[in-house]
T-cell receptor, first 113, second 118 residues
Framework: AAGVIQSPRHLIKEKRETATLKCYPIPRHDTVYWYQQGPGQDPQFLIS???????DKGSIPDRFSAQQFSDYHSELNMSSLELGDSALYFC????????????FGSGTQLSVL | AQKITQTQPGMFVQEKEAVTLDCTYD???????LFWYKQPSSGEMIFLIY??????QNATEGRYSLNFQKARKSANLVISASQLGDSAMYFC???????????????FGTGTRLTIIP
């Protein structure tokens, strides 16, 4: 069965650079969630989209933005990167109001040097 | 207050034994969902099992079962006949209070690192 696809798997950036993370949800899933997991931490919710509209917002820095496109894939754009942005970034997808399960991608490991 | 509490930072269990990972939650919402995820050292987050607040029976998925005690607000994960491949970080998570589609985010506990000993 198709899963949530995230790219790239690993990303190394310098301070003050920008990064774009991509997420392709499971086919037919209309909702995408982004989470950030720092080293040794639990995942923290950043932002979500339902039917291409932002549906909820968590602790996402103003330097970050995201969107969901017409094909339901989503991108997380991160600017002015800081050392503290180094983390594992997960995307998850679900079928809103139907399937209760939230499926995660394998994550993008971002390292800011 | 913590919404999800996992009181066992680490556990060591002999292979083939059963193991129970504890999870308590805090919510005033009558409708909520509880999840368990496994995170191996490779990093991916693997869905294991789900329990809805209105489900009458405890959820089971193969070797995984969820011991749901609503009055105690606990949702412990039970793994039967543990295997070496079960060594991983385990997170309990809750979805609550969603008011519209796309507002169904999860709140995670701090996790339990399970190590299976041969």
């Amino acid at each position: 069965a198709a899963g949530v696809i995230q790219s790239p798997r690993h990303l190394i950036k310098e301070k003050r650079e920008t990064a774009t993370l991509k997420c392709y949800p499971i086919p037919r899933h209309d909702t995408v969630y982004w989470y950030q997991q720092g080293p040794g931490q639990d995942p923290q919710f950043l932002i979500s989209f339902y039917e291409k509209m932002q549906s909820d917002k968590g602790s996402i820095p103003d330097r970050f933005s995201a969107q969901q496109f017409s094909d339901y894939h989503s991108e997380l754009n991160m600017s002015s990167l800081e050392l503290g942005d180094s983390a594992l970034y997960f995307c998850a997808s679900s079928l809103a109001g139907g399937d209760e399960k939230l499926f995660f991608g394998s994550g993008t490991q971002l390292s800011v040097l | 207050a913590q919404k999800i509490t996992q009181t066992q930072p680490g556990m060591f269990v002999q292979e083939k034994e059963a193991v129970t990972l504890d999870c308590t939650y805090d919510t005033s919402d009558p409708s909520y969902g509880l999840f368990w995820y496994k995170q191996p050292s490779s990093g991916e987050m693997i869905f294991l099992i789900y329990q809805g607040s209105y489900d009458q029976q405890n959820a089971t998925e193969g070797r995984y079962s969820l011991n749901f005690q609503k009055a105690r607000k606990s949702a412990n994960l039970v793994i039967s006949a543990s295997q070496l491949g079960d060594s991983a970080m385990y997170f309990c998570a809750m979805r609550e209070g969603w008011t519209n589609f796309g507002n169904e985010k999860l709140t995670f506990g701090t996790g339990t690192r399970l190590t299976i000993i041969p």
